[in-house]
């Protein structure tokens, strides 16, 4: 399995090509947990300031779910 910062380097170089477990993988090492399913497609994440990102669960994901990523990561 690859790193936390591998993975967050391939977001960067390839925002077109990241699996949905790679980006919640991410999201949970950066304080965000899994809150709730909106219907059978969408994953909503929460920190502990109740920032909210809603991601699309889909294979690849779509690059602008992966730059809100970085961006609200500080990356």
Do not use: C, W
Request: cysteine-free.
């Amino acid at each position: 399995m690859p790193s936390i910062e591998k993975i967050i380097a391939k977001m960067k170089r390839q925002p077109n090509g990241i699996r949905f477990q790679e980006l919640s993988k991410v999201l949970e090492y950066n304080g965000y947990k899994m809150k709730s399913k909106t219907g059978t497609s969408h994953r909503n994440f929460i920190n502990d300031k109740g920032d909210v990102i809603t991601i699309k669960e889909e294979t690849p994901l779509k690059a602008v779910y992966v730059k809100n990523v970085l961006k609200r990561i500080g990356e």
